[in-house]
């Protein structure tokens, strides 16, 4: 069954953008469309390819990740630090999803089936890479990390839907 993640009156949980970057450090690009490779990644990802910091053989939690739009207007509310999208490595832009609630969960993004495996927490590496301390403002809301279940092609618009 599938039930819309939704807490509020017209909401509808959705993909706002993809980024993908080929091999490790490269500047994320972002793209309109993405394939989900299952138990791999998004195509022309670093991480797909093998190529990614953090790559470890058979690691479900590298796949793809996610952050909501949210936690960057907090970002720059709280903090007063404006990251765009593209600079948080993060694979998907979210908006009107929780994103900690997935963990443990399954939910489809386009014809993708993903399940959340742990909490995407911001490290020592991104503040590098961006040139800014974004860790401490991000703590807690720097995303999710999630698993390729069934691939399919994904698409900025896309709704995001928890399968039960």
Known sequence: M????????????????????????????EVSEVCAIEGRGLEGDRYADGKGKWTKADAPDRHV???????LEALARDYEIKLPASETRRNLLTR??????????KFRVGEAELKGIKLCEPCSHLDK????????????????RAQIVTGGVIKAGDEILVLE
Request: hydrophobic fraction near 45%; include cysteine; charge should be positive.
């Open 65 to 71: 990740t996610l952050i909501e739009a949210e936690a």
């Open 129 to 144: 890479l961006v040139g800014k301390r974004v860790s401490k403002g991000l703590a807690h809301r720097g995303g999710l």
């Open 96 to 105: 009107d999803v929780p994103l900690n609630h997935l963990v443990g969960k």
């Open 2 to 29: 599938n039930e819309r993640v939704c807490y509020k009156a017209g909401m509808k949980p959705s993909l706002l953008a993809i980024y993908i970057a080929p091999i490790s450090a490269a500047p994320m690009k």
